[in-house]
């Protein structure tokens, strides 16, 4: 393997995430299943590909000028790659947060040079959710912007053509499906419009979490949630601007306890140490791949995405006494 020439660039670094094969889920799918090392972006998550697209489109239409700031609200990894990405053009970043997310994705943000802003969690339709608040704080801060990752579409530009053409290339133009969960949708909807340019019977899936609306909504039409995950970043209850036109085939809804599942698993037998949409995603892959398998295409290949890293979640999914508290199976060897 040649390693790949230095970059001129450290936002060069963002994108361009190797593709592994997962062993253990290719083993019970029956089919090759491949994760995108999302992990590996320089904030440690898809979302810095989100972050650098919406910067970029920003710069370009002259939004954003020199010295100016990035408002967000965001789950936290989206605010990180923000930081991130403003720090190495030069602008501040004003990050607002529900106060239910991991504690270090807060300290992250906060280590990052971000002004942290918390909310307590609320419905959309409050005017004090942390989007709505993120959008007037923009408005009333001089020079900034809203990056409004969920209804600005240089998001999913980024996934069409940045993580669909990775994909297609490092799979040499073999690939039989796509999934991943949706938080703003960003990822699926580009990386299923990108990779239906290149071949337009890739089945792309949805895999969603329990709590959210999007599972419903491409079953049967109606946007209707039912149960709940501790999932952070998925689960969607609209249709935001980058879900729109998404080219969804099927879907797969993932509960938490099979997620984790798979984190432990990933973990434990390969090595990875992963968030839980990752988990949840991996779930949602081997159900596309089973039912590929089932209709005769025994050597089917499908992609997903390790969102980011468990790192992330040390005094959550990796913690004993939280998961006994959300009532969640406790990882082996963190039992005793
Ligand atoms: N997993 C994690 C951990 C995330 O933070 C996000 C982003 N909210 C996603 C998955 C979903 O990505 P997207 O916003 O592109 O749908």
Known sequence: MIAPPPRKDTLELIGNTPLVLLKGASEEAGCEIYGKCEFANPGASVKDRAALGIIRDAEAS?????????????????????ALVANALGYRTIIVMPDNQSKEKMDTLRAL??????????????????????????????????????????????????????????LEGRIDGFTCAAGTGGTIAGVGMGLKEFDENVRIALTDPHGAALYNYFANGELKAEGSSVAEGIGQGRIT???????????FRISDEVGLG?????????????????????AGAIELGKQLVAEGRKDARVATILCDTGFRYLSTLYNREWLEAKDLPVFDWLAD
């Open 62 to 82: 002259g939004d954003l000028k020199p010295g100016g700031c990035v408002v967000e609200g965001t789950a936290g990894n989206t605010g990180i790659g923000i």
């Open 113 to 170: 040079g971000a002004e942290l802003v918390t909310v307590p969690p609320t419905k959309y339709s409050d005017c004090n959710h942390f989007v709505h608040t993120s959008r007037r704080l923009a408005e009333d801060t001089e020079g900034a912007i809203w990056a409004n990752q969920f209804d600005n579409t240089a998001n999913r530009k980024a996934h069409i053509e940045g993580t669909a053409k990775e994909l297609w290339d490092q």
């Open 241 to 251: 601007a980058n879900l729109e036109g998404a080219p969804i085939d099927t879907q």
């Open 262 to 282: 798979w984190v432990a698993r990933l973990l434990r037998e390969e090595g990875l140490c992963l968030g839980l949409s990752s988990g949840i995603n991996v």
